[in-house]
């Protein structure tokens, strides 16, 4: 697949690696490879569809504006004929800058999704009125759960729960956790080979040159791929494959072999 690599997320906002791209008129597929895998296809610098999973259009656009991790690929050979959104891309582009202008503010109080909240000791004593919304979001912050899993369990978008607890810590509400150790599993040997017996089922001897490249894309190494990215990395191996059925061939064995060895996803 002939591509550029154009930036991570944890170090620039998708929308300041999008635009150029948009600016230029530029044709083709931005890839997003992280925790979650998003596409955003244009043409003639126009947003012509996005696809995160299962959700697609301008739903999946929202979506991707707020990750902050993963490794942002130009393919600019990928075509499609899906029209899934429908907002000129003028329009998808203010909103866009627009909630990136709020996310600003938000990380001057939560600088990364991946802290937890509690509620502090209340010295005052004083009665406060909480409205609904906040009450549901206290019930969950324990200083263990980082945002994306209360925004989970509450069914909401990471964005929404961030505006909110922003608003809770500015009230006194609720106050940042102070971070403990953090001890990430890692993959071992095992599940590469488990991965490269699979691929080459369907695409052949490239399947080691494969796996390797996307261990690459996801900036990890074999031997401290953490394996909380199982998920995510199993996708991105999926879409190498070109042909829809050897494709669900893949995901058919691999599912079978993950879970004679172990493993979740």
């Known amino acids: 697949m002939p591509n550029d690599f154009i930036g991570e997320l944890s170090k620039a906002r998708l929308l300041d690696l999008v635009k150029p791209l948009l600016n230029r008129k530029n044709s083709g597929m ?27 259009g301008e739903e999946a656009i929202l979506a991707m504006m707020d990750w902050d991790k993963g490794r942002v690929i130009f393919d600019w050979e990928s075509t499609t004929e899906e029209r899934t959104v ?42 406060r009125k909480i409205p609904g919304d ?13 945002l994306p899993e209360v925004a989970d369990a509450l069914g909401w978008d990471v964005f929404k729960v961030s505006k909110t607890i922003c608003q809770m810590v500015q009230a006194g509400l609720l106050e940042q956790a102070e971070a403990g150790p953090s001890f990430k599993k890692a993959l071992n040997e095992d ?67 993950l879970l004679e060895g172990g493993y979740k996803l």
């Open 30 to 56: 931005v890839l997003v490879r992280g925790t979650e895998i998003g596409e955003l296809h244009i043409e003639g610098g126009n947003i012509i569809h996005a696809k995160n999973g299962n959700v697609s």
């Open 134 to 146: 906040q009450w549901r979001v206290l019930t969950l912050c324990n200083g263990t759960r980082p």
């Open 86 to 127: 429908c907002t000129p891309t003028e329009q998808l582009l203010q909103r866009w800058t627009e909630r990136e202008e709020e996310w600003k503010k938000i990380r001057e109080v939560i600088p990364s999704s991946d802290v937890a909240f509690l509620i502090p000791v209340d010295r005052t004593g004083e009665e």
């Open 191 to 257: 599940f590469f080979l488990l991965i490269e017996t699979e691929l080459k089922k369907t695409i052949g001897p490239i399947a080691p040159i494969i796996v390797d490249d996307t261990i690459a894309e996801f900036g990890e190494s074999r031997d401290a791929f953490p394996e909380d990215r199982v998920q995510a990395f199993v996708k991105a191996i999926g879409q190498e494959i070109v042909e829809d059925a050897k494709r669900d061939e893949f995901a058919i064995g691999i599912a079978v072999s």
